[in-house]
Nanobody, 126 residues
Framework: QVQLVESGGGSVQAGGSLRLSCAES????????LGWFRQAPGKEREGVAA???????IYADSVQGRFTISRDKAVNTLYLQMNNLKPEDSAMYYC????????????????????WGQGTQVTVSS
């Protein structure tokens, strides 16, 4: 059974940094596409960043240049380094995976992913 477990969330002031981690188990990690998503209260879940099995990355415009997604295949872990955080980045952050490659146009679309973690809260104060 596929399992995703996020960690690393917390509360920071604007301009600060956090690093989220997502430990994955249950199938061939190296062949999957992975993504980070977030959902603020009253808003739809949105794609933040995604990485495919060839380590090609894509970012939402709102986080481009501030966030970095990466993966360590040796330890089956996905990361999201978040720098220069803003209050509007506050949300529950989720990692997601799918055991095949998905097109670039769909990598930030939540419906393209079928496995989800439980989420980790990020709160940025001004």
């Amino acid at each position: 059974q596929v399992q995703l477990v996020e960690s690393g969330g917390g509360s920071v002031q604007a301009g600060g940094s956090l690093r989220l981690s997502c430990a994955e188990s249950g199938y061939s990690y190296a062949s999957s596409s992975l993504g980070w998503f977030r959902q603020a209260p009253g808003k739809e879940r949105e794609g933040v960043a995604a990485i495919d099995r060839d380590s090609n990355t894509i970012y939402a415009d709102s986080v481009q240049g501030r966030f970095t997604i990466s993966r360590d295949k040796a330890v089956n872990t996905l990361y999201l380094q978040m720098n220069n955080l803003k209050p509007e980045d506050s949300a529950m952050y989720y990692c997601a995976s799918v055991p095949w490659k998905i097109s670039a146009t769909r990598r930030l679309n939540p419906v393209a992913y079928n496995y989800w973690g439980q989420g980790t809260q990020v709160t940025v104060s001004s």
